[in-house]
């Protein structure tokens, strides 16, 4: 079974790091694109980043509003891929979820993904 | 960054209502395009991928359509456990962004 946990998530104040973990079962992490999406509370859904699999050479990217704060790394021996956050601001708090995502399909000449599993969300919260 | 409209923001409708949902993107995104449910406290769940593909072991009720800039998911005879609030999500360009969601409740 296809598993995805994340955790990591904790209060924080303003202008401190926390780094969330997600560990995967059922699938090599290292074969598969992986996001991180968050939700503010009573906001919808935001897209922070995600990391292209191995073989695209673990490249990344990410939301304007985290770029040069957070970075995605992997963790092949630990199957996981985790989310460093730096410098937080009041407005990073959210539930922190990550995705696989492997929901691909052809269109022209590329290759377009998107995500087919979650995990259950960790929080994090960043205040004084 | 690709902007993701959809409508209504909330919907009331009753057990056995066809329920359709509208969602437009600021530019053409082809068919990148998916659909994701989400139940309060719960994590969201990928319905439809391509436009209108759908994922596997989401019940033949949900469908999606639409290429280019208009896309609809449609639930046709809605059922107790699709009371929930349902997102558009373009993957055609970064940033991947989302729909503001619908939520779908009892009327």
């Known amino acids: 079974e296809v598993q995805l946990v994340e955790s990591g998530g904790d209060l924080v104040q303003p202008g401190g790091s926390l780094r969330l973990s997600c560990e995967v079962s059922?699938?090599?992490?290292?074969?598969?694109?992986m996001d991180w999406v968050r939700q503010a509370p009573g906001k919808g859904l935001e897209w922070v980043g995600r990391s292209r699999n191995k073989a695209n050479s673990y490249t990344t990217e990410y939301a304007a509003s985290v770029k040069g704060r957070f970075t995605i790394s992997r963790d092949d021996s630990k199957n996981s891929v985790c989310l460093q956050m730096n410098s937080l601001k009041t407005e990073d708090t959210a539930v922190y979820y990550c995705?696989?995502?492997?929901?691909?399909?052809?269109?022209?000449?590329?290759?377009?993904?998107?995500?087919?599993?979650w995990g259950q969300g960790t929080t994090v919260t960043v205040s004084s | 960054d690709i902007q993701m409209t959809q409508s209504p923001s909330t919907l009331s409708a009753s057990v056995g209502d066809r329920v359709t949902i509208t969602c437009r993107a600021s530019q053409s995104i082809g068919n990148c395009l998916a659909w994701h449910q989400q139940k309060p406290g719960k994590a969201p769940k990928l319905l439809i991928y391509?436009?209108?593909n759908l994922q596997s072991g989401v019940p033949s009720r949900f469908s999606g359509s639409g290429s280019g800039t208009e896309f609809t998911l449609t639930i046709t005879s809605l059922q107790p456990d699709d009371f929930a609030t349902y997102y558009c999500q373009q993957y055609n360009g970064y940033p991947l962004t989302f729909g503001g969601g619908t939520k779908v409740e009892i009327k």
């Open positions: 391509k436009a209108s």
């Open positions: 995705a696989r995502g492997s929901k691909w399909h052809l269109e022209g000449f590329y290759y377009y993904y998107t995500m087919d599993v």
């Open positions: 059922g699938f090599t992490v290292s074969d598969h694109y």
